[in-house]
């Protein structure tokens, strides 16, 4: 199969108008409400980390909030 070597790159759909390819990791701009509960808010505070990574060290920040997350609730049943 030929592929044109002079085609313009593509953006994602959802990508905006005015932001180049080639600007890097953006901040998503979601924000996080303090539950109160000391170590599920710490655990989230990390998802703050995704922010200035490439999208493909993304899984690992949720993977080790997810973690994080079900080991705060593991505790909670035991107690």
């Not at 979601?30 to 999208?55: C, N, S």
């Amino acid at each position: 199969m030929h592929e044109p070597h002079d085609a313009p790159a593509q953006q994602p759909a959802n990508a905006p108008e005015d932001a180049a390819p080639d600007e890097g990791p953006r901040p998503l701009g979601v924000g996080v409400e303090p539950t109160g509960h000391p170590p599920v808010d710490a655990t989230l505070e990390r998802l703050a980390d995704a922010d200035h990574l490439d999208v493909a060290a993304h899984l690992e920040v949720y993977e080790d909030v997810h973690r994080g997350l079900r080991d705060t609730l593991t505790e909670l049943d035991r107690s």
